[in-house]
């Protein structure tokens, strides 16, 4: 059974930065890449960013980019969330999400993702 562990998070005044780091173990097939979700309290989850094992591309959502940056170890099964610049509106549960669909049209749908951590606190005060 796959298991995601994510670490990393924790409280920072706004134009702060975080790293997010997110392991994945146990997996008999190692997935297409790696991403990050977040939720913030009242608000639906929503796609943060991603990072594919092949060629290392990397996705973003229109809000975090320019700020985070996401990479991604496939060998070890890592990824790592860098955060900058960071804004109150960034203050959510991350999730770490292995991707278990080859990458298509679509690189935001949460059905993609067949294993998930159990979530890591941000929070960014004003």
């Not at 995601?4 to 920072?12: H, K, R």
């Not at 796609?47 to 980019?65: E, I, T």
């Amino acid at each position: 059974q796959v298991q995601l562990a994510e670490s990393g998070g924790g409280l920072v005044q706004a134009g702060g930065s975080l790293t997010l780091s997110c392991t994945a173990s146990g997996p008999a097939f190692s997935g297409y890449g790696l991403a990050w979700f977040r939720r913030s309290a009242g608000k639906e989850r929503e796609f943060v960013a991603a990072v594919a094992w092949a060629g290392g591309s990397a996705y973003y959502a229109a809000s975090v980019k320019g700020r985070f940056t996401i990479s991604g170890l496939p060998v070890k099964l890592m990824a790592w969330l860098q955060m900058d610049n960071l804004k109150p509106e960034d203050t959510a549960v991350y999730y770490c999400a292995l991707r278990n669909r080859a990458w298509g049209d679509s690189v935001q749908n949460p059905l993609d993702f067949g294993s998930w951590g159990q979530g890591i606190q941000v929070t960014v005060s004003v």
